[in-house]
Antibody
Framework: QAQLVQSGSELKKPGASVKVSCKASGYTFTSYFMNWVRQAPGQGPEWMGCINTKTGNPTYAQGFTGRFVFSLDTSVSTAYLQISSLKAEDTAVYYC?????????WGKGTTVTVSS | EIVLTQSPGTLSLSAGDRATLSCRASQSVSSSYLAWYQQKPGQAPRLLIYDASNRATGIPDRFSGSGSGTDFTLTISRLEPEDFAVYYCQQYDSLPRTFGQGTKVEIK
């Protein structure tokens, strides 16, 4: 069955960068968009944007432009989220989730902690 | 951007009770492009309902969704112990996709 496996937790200092991976299996990777969703501690999910896995074209939500980059490596069915110039307020769980409309398959999440 | 407002914030119920959760949109959600998710502590959200009223694969029939336009409802007919969790609605009528702030269903 379809599955998304995310990379492990990260502890970073302010100003550093992080790259989170999301490896898909059990379905054709390029048949479904990939979403990225942030969930800050004690908060609800927040849609960061998505990437067209056929074309590589990303769409970013307001507030997630500039420091956030979505990318792909279709040869290994993997999507990536890179965040640069990390700030304390980037501390959150980051999820990848499949599909363009509702999100039917989710990764388990990657915890990114930004602390000096 | 479509703002989704969920009510109540917390629902205190007992196993076997009926739960009714509301999600109101700031503007009409066309074609009922609304989903519901369940999230338990330390877990990713899980899709329950899509297109306002269709159950996702493997979701028990005690979960049902209804509504259209700006008012949507998730009903859990008889709460099981594993149903105590936080529930979120999400619209996919337009970009950006948005989520409600959640309703926590807790044990009374």
């Amino acid at each position: 069955q379809a599955q998304l496996v995310q990379s492990g937790s990260e502890l970073k200092k302010p100003g550093a960068s992080v790259k989170v991976s999301c490896k898909a299996s059990g379905y054709t990777f390029t048949s479904y968009f990939m979403n990225w969703v942030r969930q800050a501690p004690g908060q609800g999910p927040e849609w960061m944007g998505c990437i067209n896995t056929k074309t590589g074209n990303p769409t970013y939500a307001q507030g997630f432009t500039g420091r956030f980059v979505f990318s792909l490596d279709t040869s290994v069915s993997t999507a990536y989220l890179q965040i640069s110039s990390l700030k304390a307020e980037d501390t959150a769980v980051y999820y990848c989730a499949r599909y363009y409309y509702y999100m039917d398959v989710w990764g388990k999440g990657t915890t990114v902690t930004v602390s000096s | 951007e479509i703002v989704l407002t969920q009510s109540p914030g917390t629902l205190s119920l007992s196993a076997g009770d009926r739960a009714t959760l509301s999600c109101r949109a700031s503007q009409s959600v066309s074609s009922s492009y609304l989903a519901w998710y369940q999230q338990k502590p330390g877990q990713a959200p899980r899709l329950l309902i899509y297109d306002a009223s269709n159950r996702a694969t493997g979701i028990p029939d005690r979960f049902s969704g209804s509504g259209s336009g700006t008012d949507f409802t998730l009903t859990i007919s008889r709460l099981e112990p594993e149903d105590f969790a936080v529930y979120y609605c999400q619209q996919y009528d337009s970009l950006p996709r948005t989520f409600g702030q959640g309703t926590k269903v807790e044990i009374k």
